[in-house]
């Protein structure tokens, strides 16, 4: 008796979504094709917003930056939920073994209280910062046009959320999970005049109605010379005030620094490099926020690390800027 195990090939009809296709051709998609691509509605909206009459959901008149195809507009990560969620997940699992280790051993107890007052006045209230970051970069992405554009605001908004809760979790360790510490770093964002100027800045930034420049003021201009004057220069002005431990429990900030420059280098770039008219207005909002940026952290700098520091956190913004096609008028005296 002979067996004989024939096999044959099925051929699918199609191999992605309708969508997809339409954009990319009848081929297999990527993931964050697939999540990402012609998914936001544009046409058959009910009403328009309560809370905005004057413009329909996914507006593009939400902003003076305009683009034939905001779809062009993507993440060079490729983060889609699933793809950002993993990644976050291992680089919070370093993070959690190093705060393990320093709350396990009492690193921060065993500081000097002259030490632990300066991470409580001059580090911790950073905390404010990305707490409107968060709010800002929802606003964002409720307003943004295209789901490439939308999504990683809203993940740049859980990425601020996670980080002032760390900054919150160092307060906690100096006072041995009492709270009082956190007091302590409130009042300071409250009420000493050093903070006063960013926490101007923050209030400030809450209320950009245009959700493109808001982007550009968050995200690079903020962001980019906060992170590097707080996790860069005022860490080592730490190290050298005996509060290297720090360091440990930063470098989740300065990883995430690092991750996010490509994506938001690449969004402002693609959008400036489309017209004379929105290269224009992002170089007005960079000439307009930069100055009252490095303005709000120079008494900040000048108390700690020293307007050098703070000559180099511009410098290396001016480079962030020059990749995306923008210029600076300099380091504001």
């Keep these: 008796m002979t067996i004989e195990i024939k096999t044959d090939s099925v051929q699918p009809i199609r191999h992605t979504y309708s969508h997809i296709a339409r954009r990319f051709g009848?081929?297999?998609?990527?993931?964050?094709q697939e999540a990402s691509f012609d998914i936001a509605a544009t046409t058959n909206f009910h009403y328009r917003p309560l809370w905005d009459a004057e413009h329909e959901l996914n507006d593009v008149n939400l902003s003076a930056v305009k683009m034939k195809d905001w779809y062009e507009i993507t993440d060079p990560r490729q983060f889609y939920y699933g793809a950002y969620v993993g990644n976050r997940a291992k680089m919070q699992e370093g993070a959690e073994t190093s705060y393990g280790f320093c709350e396990k051993r009492g690193l921060l107890k065993r500081l000097d209280e002259r030490v632990q007052t300066s991470i409580l006045k001059y580090l911790v209230p950073?905390?404010?910062m990305n707490q409107a970051a968060n709010m800002n970069n929802s606003s964002i992405a409720s307003e943004a046009v295209g789901a490439t554009a939308?999504?990683?605001h809203i993940f740049q908004a859980m990425d601020h959320l996670g980080m002032?809760?760390?900054l919150s979790r160092i307060a906690l360790m100096i006072d041995g999970n009492t709270g009082s510490a956190l007091d302590i770093s409130k009042n300071y964002w409250m009420n000493d005049p050093i903070w006063q100027p960013l926490?101007?800045?923050a209030e400030d930034s809450m209320v950009v109605r245009d959700w493109f420049e808001l982007t550009v003021l968050q995200n690079l201009l903020i962001d980019k010379a906060i992170f590097a004057?707080?996790?860069?220069?005022l860490d080592d002005w730490f190290a050298q005030q005996g509060a290297e431990d720090i360091s440990m429990l930063t470098e989740f900030m300065r990883d995430w620094n690092k991750d996010t420059l490509r994506w938001v280098t690449a969004v402002v770039k693609t959008a400036a490099a489309e017209s004379d008219s929105n290269r224009e207005a992002i170089q007005s909002w960079v000439d307009?926020?930069?100055p009252e940026i490095f303005a709000a952290l120079k008494p900040l700098a000048m108390q700690t690390t020293g307007i050098e520091a703070l000559e180099n956190v511009h410098a290396q913004l001016a480079k962030t800027l020059q990749k995306a096609g923008l210029q600076t008028k300099g380091f504001p005296a």
């Design 126 to 128: 950073f905390r404010h």
């Design 150 to 152: 939308a999504q990683p």
């Design 288 to 290: 307009k926020w930069e």
């Design 164 to 166: 002032g809760q760390y």
């Design 26 to 32: 009848d081929k297999p998609a990527t993931r964050y």
């Design 229 to 233: 004057f707080a996790y860069e220069a």
């Design 199 to 201: 926490r101007k800045l």
